[in-house]
């Protein structure tokens, strides 16, 4: 839901980029390496719950570097097609890192891990089959990509204050919680992509 209200932080970015000379390539890069940051931190936070903190900084750098790679290619002039297939290629590593890190650090049931992950997957192919066939990109629904960053900037926090009060939800940890929510609100995204585009072939 939070790719609509994104042009909102346009004028913040745009400033960002301008101040940026580095090729957007090395950007995208740079987003790949913090995901795989985050999905270590994550693997080995249930152990060591300051790593969490770690992961939610990861994980912001990520989203902040992701945003920036595209402005800057339009404002270098770098923009093409091949700019735009590596910026989604490097999306998708980086959602499996990030999500992989939390799906298999103990910090939920195999069951929900692998359900976010389908979810998150599913979500996506969506996303990019809708202009495959000439829709256009799709990003709209309960739980797209800037929704996950953001959710995983926080609960990672909020899990690691509940973690040194020694505090569980319903028996499960925050984070498993999370995943669960992936799993349902990504099927359900995926679902709504679908609605979306089947409408558009009437």
């Not at 101040?19 to 940051?37: D, G, K």
């Not at 709209?140 to 020694?166: C, E, F, H, K, Y």
């Amino acid at each position: 839901m939070l790719d609509r209200y994104r042009h909102r932080a346009d004028w913040l970015l745009d400033a960002l980029a301008r101040r940026i000379e580095v090729p957007p390539n090395v950007l995208s890069l740079l987003s790949l390496l913090c995901a795989v940051a985050a999905g270590l931190t994550f693997y080995f936070s249930l152990e060591q719950a300051w790593l969490l903190v770690a992961a939610a900084l990861f994980v912001a750098a990520n989203g902040l570097l992701d945003a920036l790679d595209g402005k800057v290619a339009r404002l270098q002039r770098l923009a093409s097609p091949r700019g735009d297939f590596v910026d989604h290629a490097v999306d998708r590593f980086a959602d499996v890192f990030i999500v992989g890190g939390v799906a298999v650090s103990g910090w939920c049931s195999p069951l929900a891990g692998v359900g976010a992950m389908a979810g998150m997957l599913l979500t996506s192919y969506m996303g990019t089959q809708a202009q495959a066939v000439g829709y256009g990109r799709e990003y709209s629904g309960i739980l797209g990509r800037a929704d996950r960053v953001a959710i995983l900037m926080v609960a990672p926090l909020v899990q690691a204050v509940l973690t040194w009060q020694n505090v569980a939800l319903f028996g499960e940890p925050l984070l498993h919680w999370v995943m669960v929510y992936f799993a349902v609100a990504g099927a359900a995204t995926a679902v709504q992509r679908v609605a979306l585009v089947l409408r558009w072939f009437q």
